[in-house]
């Protein structure tokens, strides 16, 4: 029987923490969800009932929703009126995050956030390449962490919705949360 190298006990460990850290986060996430849409209502915010919708199904919340304009103030006032809720663990919005004058989500964001995690939007333009090819760097996703809520912008489009969700936010949902409330 071959003993193991330095790398494969590193490598055990290493997956052995990040899976009890994992397994030590909520199991169930409340949310909050904001559509930034200069022309959705309740009943056309599909992105908005997708992200409600897969939440749910994974076992989590999201008692929490609004549909602001794309006006930076209405952002803003949203993110912070969530944030103060102290049942909200992470917020997420959808649309506003283009590169057209009208896409003003990301810049509200990341002028409020106290930690930002960049790893969440390089890691959703390297899926979404692979997925749709050089239109994912139209996106300006980001995420970060903001008066202790974890907030993630997403695309208005469906389909990047979908993406963000079930390859990004659905399997670290808990495991982000966890690592704020530490």
């Not at 899976?19 to 930034?36: D, F, L, R, S």
């Not at 896409?103 to 964001?109: E, F, R, W």
């Not at 300006?140 to 997403?154: F, K």
Request: aromatic share 4%; glycine share 8%.
């Amino acid at each position: 029987m071959k003993n193991p190298s330095r790398s494969e006990i590193e490598n055990a460990v290493n997956k052995k923490t990040y899976n009890e850290h994992k397994a030590e986060g909520p199991q169930g996430v409340n949310c909050a969800i904001i559509t930034v849409s200069d022309t959705r209502n309740e009943e056309n915010d599909t992105s908005g009932r997708l992200i409600i919708n897969s939440l749910v199904e994974n076992g989590h919340k999201a008692d929490f929703y609004k549909i602001v304009k794309d006006e930076p103030d209405q952002i803003r006032s949203s993110i912070e009126e969530f944030s103060k809720n102290a049942s909200v663990q992470v917020i997420l919005t959808n649309g506003g995050t283009g590169i057209t004058k009208r896409d003003t989500t990301y810049d509200v964001v990341v002028s409020i956030l106290d930690k930002e995690m960049p790893g969440f939007g390089e890691l959703f333009r390297n899926i979404s390449f692979q997925e749709i090819g050089t239109p994912a760097i139209l996106t300006r996703a980001t995420a970060g962490v903001y008066n202790d809520t974890i907030i993630m912008t997403l695309p208005g489009s469906g389909n990047a919705c979908r993406t963000a969700l079930d390859k990004i936010i659905i399997p670290e949902i808990s495991h982000m949360v966890r690592e704020v409330l530490r």
